[in-house]
């Protein structure tokens, strides 16, 4: 299953200079080992600015493969922490 999710600039600009291989999210869409995910970046309003600089962030159309998941050990309820790296 692939995954399209939105990600500040911040974290992106982090995972685009290898910093950053990780995720905590809200389960609502039962992540799983293997599973792909694709970032949309946004701005600190929630906006994806189509056609401006962060369609073009390198991470942008890249596939990420999910490598790990961590439910429940100190996470909150009915959220996860995942690794990924590079498909």
């Not at 600039?9 to 685009?16: M, P, S, V």
């Not at 998941?69 to 909150?76: A, F, K, M, P």
Request: some cysteine; hydrophobic content about 30%.
């Amino acid at each position: 299953m692939t995954h399209k999710i939105k990600i500040l600039k911040q974290f992106a600009d982090e995972i685009h200079m290898g910093n950053k291989t990780f995720e905590v999210r809200k389960n609502d869409r039962g992540y799983q080992k293997g599973d792909c995910i694709c970032f949309d970046v946004i701005d600190e309003y929630g906006h994806e600015l189509n056609g401006e600089k962060y369609t073009k962030h390198p991470i942008v159309g890249r596939t990420y493969r999910i490598t790990y998941v961590l439910s429940g050990w100190g996470i909150e309820k009915d959220y996860v922490v995942f690794s990924f790296c590079k498909d």
